[in-house]
């Protein structure tokens, strides 16, 4: 039996709705094991339904006080 890692995707987002449910979309669908993926939404505090959507997908959701990507991804980092 094939033993798979345990995978961390983190997405820095700020105001992303019209891209994220693609993303995501194309995320659930890879073959790949549900129980050994996560997805890390790290939100530049949105004022669209970025993080709306990032919760229908069942994303662990922080949020970015600074609104650099570079902190986003530092901050996902932290938390995967």
Do not use: H, W
Not at 13 to 30: A, D, F, G, M, P
Not at 33 to 42: C, F, Q, R, T, W
């Amino acid at each position: 039996m094939r033993k798979y890692p345990f995978v961390s995707l983190v997405v820095p987002t700020k105001n992303e709705e019209k891209n994220l449910s693609r993303l995501l979309e194309s995320v659930v669908k890879i073959d790949y094991p549900k129980n050994k993926l996560e997805i890390i939404i790290v939100d530049g505090y949105s004022t669209d339904e970025t993080v709306a959507i990032a919760k229908r997908y069942n994303a662990r959701i922080f949020y970015n006080p600074k609104f650099i990507r570079g902190a986003g991804c530092q901050i996902g980092l932290e938390k995967a």
